[in-house]
């Protein structure tokens, strides 16, 4: 027998534990299904050195202070962890791990949700699955006849692994930056940027950058014109690690190659560099495969949305995917009140 809930949320890193946290408070039956075998979301998988770009206390999901971490202004990705885990725990949020989410039908009054364990019917379900695990990857030329090693951010791991050797690290934003400080010191780095880095002054943290998004949004819902939003302050936040290489002056960018050859890369002048590693920081795309069957998606590969309600399917919401589901939702702290505008909205519609 195909077990029944009012909601299914998919994923259960912070948005999925948001919009728990919020669905429980409503009283509305819920599971949510993680693929990842252990509670942290995508932080269980960051390099070691990244850290948060906000002290703990700007950093926090609803209803519970992130604690500060002894010793960081900022805190690293495996105290973020412990806190996703107690949080989990402190709720006691129903969740399912190690369930791989396959694809969402409609059944009637219902939406299927078909896993690797079995199936759900579901009166809604929450989309949580975010952008970590579809690293995007340029198409460049020649990126088939580099024979050195390619990775993108999300196999990076730490800078002793690519000691004395020549690494190229492609990106302009933070990611690129954070990665290309870690490596400064001990690899022949060579960092690429699509254009000129663009940091934001050293006193802008994790906490202006919400404000920033959440008065963007406020301006465009009020039919005023548009501030800019994050971009407008620039593309990197200048945390310690990063601020060091750069005063140093480790951080000499260059501009974007033509193509890559079988041992390195090539600019549009012909100058070359050699390199044993190349490290795409190039960003991810929104992790959507399960709603194929729902034929949802358009320009950009996005499925059109009101607030975090998707337009031709009002059961399904999309949480956590960055500003076009909700201003900063993509980020701890900013992740909550969407989460719980999802939840009211879910309950207007089972009621």
């Known amino acids: 027998m195909t077990p029944s809930t009012d909601v299914v949320v998919i994923g259960g890193g912070q948005s999925g534990l948001a919009a728990g946290y919020h669905l429980r408070r409503l009283g509305i039956e819920h599971v949510i299904l993680d693929a990842k075998a252990a509670p942290g979301g995508a932080w269980q998988h960051t390099w070691e050195s990244l850290h948060l770009f906000s002290p703990a206390q700007y950093s926090s999901l609803p209803g519970r202070l992130m604690p500060a971490q002894p010793g960081q202004v900022y805190p690293d990705a495996g105290h973020v962890v412990a806190y996703l885990a107690d949080y989990e725990k402190r709720y006691s949020l129903p969740m399912q791990h190690g369930v791989w989410v396959e694809s969402v039908h409609r059944d009637g ?23 970590w695990t579809r690293p995007f990857i340029p198409a460049v030329a020649g990126r088939h006849e580099f024979t050195g090693r390619q990775l993108h ?6 800078p002793t692994e690519f000691a004395g050797q020549r690494v190229i690290v492609v990106g302009g934003g933070n990611s690129g930056a954070q990665i290309a400080a870690d490596l400064a010191p001990t690899a022949d780095l060579t960092w690429v940027t699509p254009r000129p880095p663009r940091y934001l002054a050293d006193d802008i943290d994790g906490r202006a950058l919400f ?44 501009p974007m190659f033509s ?6 890369v090539q600019w549009v002048d012909g100058a070359r560099a050699e390199a044993d590693a190349i490290i795409w920081c190039t960003g991810f795309r929104p992790a959507l495969a399960p709603f194929a069957g729902l034929r949802l998606r358009g320009a950009r590969g996005h499925i059109a949305t009101d607030g975090t309600r998707a337009v031709d399917e009002p059961r399904l919401h999309l949480l956590g995917y960055g500003d076009w589901t909700g201003p900063a939702s993509a980020t701890l702290i900013g992740v909550g009140r969407p989460a719980r505008d999802a939840a009211r909205q879910i309950t207007e519609l089972l009621h």
């Open 109 to 131: 009054a219902y939406l299927r949700v078909e896993t690797d364990g079995g199936n759900w019917r579901a009166r809604a379900v929450v989309s949580a699955t975010g952008t």
């Open 153 to 158: 951010t999300v196999q990076y791991r730490e």
């Open 211 to 254: 404000d920033a998004a959440t008065a963007r949004r406020r301006a465009l819902d009020a039919g005023r014109a548009d501030t800019g939003g994050v971009a407008s302050l620039g593309d990197i936040v200048t945390v310690p690690p990063v601020r060091a290489a750069r005063d140093a002056g480790l951080l000499a960018a260059k």
């Open 259 to 264: 193509r890559l050859t079988t041992t390195g």
